[in-house]
């Protein structure tokens, strides 16, 4: 029997999805005897060619790591999903655009603009940006160019199955490659990951506490047992789909989101607005004035930032909307 | 634009004050802007929303978002939460790229037919003003490109 084919393709990654698959340990070794790699640029000398030269369809199990956020990470989600049987989006990025979608909150240009010109640690006096094609004496450059919108896999492909997390969960990549390689998968569309919150793996205590005020994680040390939010820290929790076994509440750092947003919930962001809103304030606030009020929700510093922070292309909104003519 | 421009309204509405209110302004034979399409539901409490950001995703030019005087829920702290979430949400919507003054909140109660009119003329006024709310489009285009 001939062992099936592998693939692992970076998008606009970090590698650590990467890490995440490492961390396997022991079973690592064993998934990487089980299979043929196809291409895995990370850890393997394979080149994009080698990957073209493959018939259409003959890789089993594709991971796909990142958001796609060029003309090139683009062309390579077209080629993964040409190529692959089973494309699985791989990590937040991959499944809702994760971190470098945050560059839509800014247009193009003035992301170039910050990034090659603005900073205070850059000398640039001829404003230089990248650009697609550069012409040098006798020959031609050509680098990958900046996507208006960064996107998420499932917004230039069809995705078969998901695994989010910033990195995935060891569990859940654990169980996504056993059951792609005992061929037992799910059917398509299938979310590897909890269908409950994070809420629900969470061990602190809810006392259903209102909280008058919101406070940066960095001011105090909360208590161990108890609710973070309770204790006037946004946790994405409510609206963070479960799956991680709520690691990072337990270890004391409030939930940011990471596994994307819960089952029943369209839109990540608008579901923590939801939650939050009902836990600030009074239950029932007679006598208490707009400016009262509005002085508490003054103190979210950056509700887009902190809702979507890892799921701004798949949110409703997708970007935001500069001033326009 | 300009001249020929229409605002498209959405107002979401408590079943027990403030559709109770437009009632009463039709009844009261009170003469307020067509530009309303209005959705009724149980208690501004029910407003998820998901509802306000999809009718701007889908072409709302403004959400005008209506429930019971503080203190008279029907279902007691309904109309509080509301408050709170609008709040965040105008600040979110901001960040968005969507101005201000397109999402607003009032109190109307049962009784307030001719409040309800008034808001509603003044409200269709500033939207006007703003113009139309060009990421519906925008988004349609992008979504044409995947």
Redesign the interface.
């Known amino acids: 029997m001939t062992k099936p084919m592998l693939a692992i393709i970076p998008g606009a990654n970090c590698a650590g999805c990467d890490y995440s698959l490492l961390d396997l340990g022991e079973k690592a070794v064993e998934v990487l005897m089980a299979v043929n790699i196809a291409y895995w640029p990370t850890a393997a000398d394979l080149k994009l060619e080698d990957l073209e030269k493959l018939p259409d369809g003959s890789i089993d199990i594709v991971l796909f790591e990142g958001a796609v956020n060029n003309d090139e990470t683009e062309e390579v989600a077209k080629l993964a999903r040409k190529k692959a049987k089973n494309l699985i989006a791989f990590g937040a990025c991959a499944c809702f655009g994760g971190i470098p979608g945050l560059a839509n ?1 800014a247009s193009k240009d003035s992301i170039l603009q910050k990034a090659y010109v603005k900073t205070l640690s850059t000398v640039n006096q001829q404003g230089t940006i990248p650009h697609k094609l550069t012409r040098l004496a006798d020959e031609e450059l050509t680098i990958p160019e900046f996507l208006e ?1 960064v ?1 998420s896999l499932g ?2 492909v069809n995705v078969d199955y998901y695994l989010p997390g910033c990195p995935p969960p060891l569990k859940l990549v654990a169980e996504a490659l056993a059951a792609a390689l005992s061929g037992k998968l799910p059917p398509k569309g299938t979310v590897f990951g909890s269908m409950k919150s994070v809420c629900d793996e969470c061990k602190r205590v809810r006392e259903n506490k209102r909280i008058m005020e919101i406070k940066r994680y960095h001011q105090f040390i909360p208590d161990p047992e108890r609710c973070l939010l309770e204790q006037s820290i946004i946790c994405m929790g409510p609206a963070t789909r479960g799956g991680c076994d709520a690691v990072c509440p337990t270890m004391s750092v409030p939930c940011r989101g990471c596994m994307g947003p819960t089952p029943e ?3 990540q ?3 923590m ?2 939650a ?3 836990v ?7 006598g ?1 004035n ?1 400016e009262e ?2 002085k508490i ?2 103190q ?1 510093k ?3 930032g902190t ?1 979507y922070r890892y799921g701004l292309p798949k949110s ?9 003519e | 634009m300009g001249e020929n421009f229409e605002p498209k309204i959405v107002v979401f509405a408590c079943n027990w004050c403030s559709y109770a209110g437009m009632d009463l302004a039709g009844t009261s034979r009170i003469q307020y802007p067509h530009n309303l399409k209005v959705i009724r539901l149980m208690c501004s409490g029910r407003i ?3 509802y306000i ?2 009718a ?2 889908n072409g709302a030019d403004g959400v005008l978002v209506t429930g019971c005087h ?2 008279d829920c029907h279902y ?2 309904g109309n ?2 509301t ?3 609008v ?3 105008e ?2 919507l901001e ?4 101005e201000k003054g397109r999402l607003r909140l009032e109190w109307v109660s049962a009784s307030e037919g001719e409040k309800f009119a008034n808001i509603a003329k003044e409200f269709v006024e500033q939207i006007r003003k703003l113009g139309p709310n ?2 519906a489009e ?2 349609r285009k ?1 979504v044409a490109v ?1």
């Open positions: 909150v919108t996107k917004q230039v919930s369209q839109d962001g608008a579901r607005l939801s939050l809103s009902s600030v304030g009074l239950e029932v606030e007679t208490v707009d009020v509005r929700i003054a979210v950056d509700p887009l809702f409703i909104m997708r970007r935001a909307w500069g001033v326009r | 998820n929303p998901v950001l999809e701007f995703a503080p203190g007691i702290s509080y939460k408050r709170k979430r709040m965040l949400l600040r979110l960040q968005f790229g969507i060009r990421i925008e988004l992008e995947v």
